[in-house]
Structure formats: structure tokens, C-alpha cells
């Protein structure tokens, strides 16, 4: 088994597998980190500013899945903004837990009222 996880007779017209998400999370990511809802998610570890540690339940097969990354808050000129991790914001793929930042415009890692992370494989 390749590690991926199968929906038992659900197949895309085309005849290929469909994947379910591994794990996903929405936590607050400002003063004391909380998680909202999650799933396969034991905990949120707080690095520092902006700086966030996603560590599963269930450990990934291996380190080489995606994730998929939303931040939001209010700036300081009242707008909301918006954060997507670049390759340089992920500090390390584990099969027990993932690090990221989240940064703002700037590419300054920020904390985030509303952050959400999901993981496919």
C-alpha cells in the first residue's frame, strides 16, 4: 500500500482515486494559540510570533504531502489581509507535525486571527 488513503468505490468518471484530507485545522493564532476544529490534529504549538507547529494525531505515511495554508486579520489600517505561506514560510514537513509561518505583506512573520491548514495525501 502506497500510504494513501482510498475512497472504497468512489472513482472519478476518469477512472482515478479520490484522496481524503489527512488533517485539518482552524485555530486562532494571536495571544494564547487555540484550535476552533480540527481533525487528526492533537495540537497547535506557538514558536513565537507567527510561527506555528501543527502536530497530528496520526502520523502522515511519510513527509511529502501537501498542505494547503489560509491566515487572515485585521491590520493595522482596518483592512483584513490575507497570508499564504511560501516555500521559504514552511520550516519542516515531519509525518508527526508541521511548522510554518505565516507572514504579512512584508513576508514578516505576523500572528493571524483566523488561520485554517489542510493536509491532502
Given at each position: 500500500?502506497?500510504?494513501?488513503?482510498?475512497?472504497?468505490?468512489?472513482?472519478?468518471?476518469?477512472?482515478?482515486?479520490?484522496?481524503?484530507?489527512?488533517?485539518?485545522?482552524?485555530?486562532?493564532?494571536?495571544?494564547?494559540?487555540?484550535?476552533?476544529?480540527?481533525?487528526?490534529?492533537?495540537?497547535?504549538?506557538?514558536?513565537?510570533?507567527?510561527?506555528?507547529?501543527?502536530?497530528?494525531?496520526?502520523?502522515?505515511?511519510?513527509?511529502?504531502?501537501?498542505?494547503?495554508?489560509?491566515?487572515?486579520?485585521?491590520?493595522?489600517?482596518?483592512?483584513?489581509?490575507?497570508?499564504?505561506?511560501?516555500?521559504?514560510?514552511?520550516?519542516?514537513?515531519?509525518?508527526?507535525?508541521?511548522?510554518?509561518?505565516?507572514?504579512?505583506?512584508?513576508?514578516a512573520?505576523?500572528?493571524?486571527?483566523?488561520?485554517t491548514?489542510?493536509?491532502?495525501?
Amino acid at each position: 500500500m502506497s500510504g494513501n488513503i482510498n475512497f472504497d468505490g468512489w472513482i472519478n468518471d476518469d477512472g482515478s482515486e479520490n484522496y481524503k484530507c489527512r488533517a485539518w485545522v482552524n485555530f486562532n493564532g494571536t495571544g494564547t494559540v487555540a484550535v476552533r476544529a480540527s481533525g487528526n490534529v492533537s495540537s497547535i504549538t506557538d514558536n513565537g510570533t507567527g510561527d506555528y507547529t501543527v502536530n497530528f494525531t496520526n502520523a502522515m505515511p511519510d513527509a511529502n504531502y501537501p498542505c494547503s495554508f489560509m491566515g487572515q486579520g485585521l491590520s493595522s489600517n482596518g483592512w483584513w489581509r490575507t497570508g499564504q505561506p511560501g516555500a521559504s514560510s514552511v520550516n519542516g514537513f515531519t509525518t508527526g507535525a508541521l511548522r510554518f509561518q505565516t507572514p504579512n505583506s512584508s513576508w514578516a512573520a505576523t500572528d493571524t486571527d483566523i488561520a485554517t491548514l489542510t493536509i491532502f495525501r
